[in-house]
């Protein structure tokens, strides 16, 4: 069975947690698989991930208890069928507005007759033809998540999430916050509001929902909303607040004339925006 929906009927017991794996480091990608949380999102629309990188990263996290998410640039067929033929079997899509788009990143995850996912022998999907009965089977292991970005998507949030074959919904807390009006107000009450409503709809349907935040505080909002998956920050935003913390912490500890050299010297920023 999918290793996703395995984290989601356990959800019950303990919502999973997870991060977002930006850094296009199969090594950092690596650690974070080890840092204790239960799934990750291998994002390539926002970062510099190509293919190849995915497969490196993919290949890095197989070692560990993390289970990635793959999250592609677009809902765009040719690039679900490349990625699912590197290996991955959990993908989160973008900006999804409605049920016909649902139905096509589904379709693109499923061989025909479910769907028009190219036929391939040879690939790291079948684990390169060793994976017995892998194209009669491939279909069934499939996990797809679709992430909601606007008001306009959540109004169609029961014909999206009623599609067959779409496993969970995802919230994108940014980018609704900013077609609202509320730029970099990720919990202003109104997105707040319109976000606990998406999650009650989600629960009378009986689909799992998910969302990121960029701090624990955060997150914690969010838990209180009833989400099912959470994801705190990223591997850089991770990165970027410990550094900042250890090269404040040194610069605390020098004499004031070298302090306000350093300051002049440019002086790391006390946080960073973001994930």
Known sequence: MNRFKQLLQSSSARRPVGTWVMSASP????????????????????SPLGLMEVVHVLQAVAGTPMTPVLRVPWNDTVTIKRVLDAGATTLLVPFVQNADEARRAVAATRYPPQGIRGMAGMSRGSRFGTAANYLTTANEGMCVILQLETPQAVEQLEAI????????????????????????QLTHPAVMAL????????????????????????????????FDFLAIASDLGLLMRAA???????RAQEPAADAAAGAADGKPPASTTGY
Not at 200 to 209: E, F, T
Not at 213 to 220: F, Q, S
């Open 27 to 46: 090594i950092v990608a690596e650690a974070i698989g080890l840092a204790g949380f239960d799934w990750a999102v291998v994002d390539m629309e926002h």
């Open 244 to 250: 900042q913390a250890a090269s404040a912490a040194l």
């Open 161 to 184: 999430a009623s599609v067959d074959g779409v496993d969970a919904i995802f919230l994108g807390p940014a980018d609704l916050s900013a077609s609202m009006g509320h730029v970099g």
């Open 195 to 226: 976000m606990a409503d998406a999650v009650q709809r989600c629960h009378a349907l009986g689909k799992p929902v998910g969302i990121v935040g960029g701090t624990a505080e955060v997150v914690a909002q969010y838990r209180a909303l009833g």
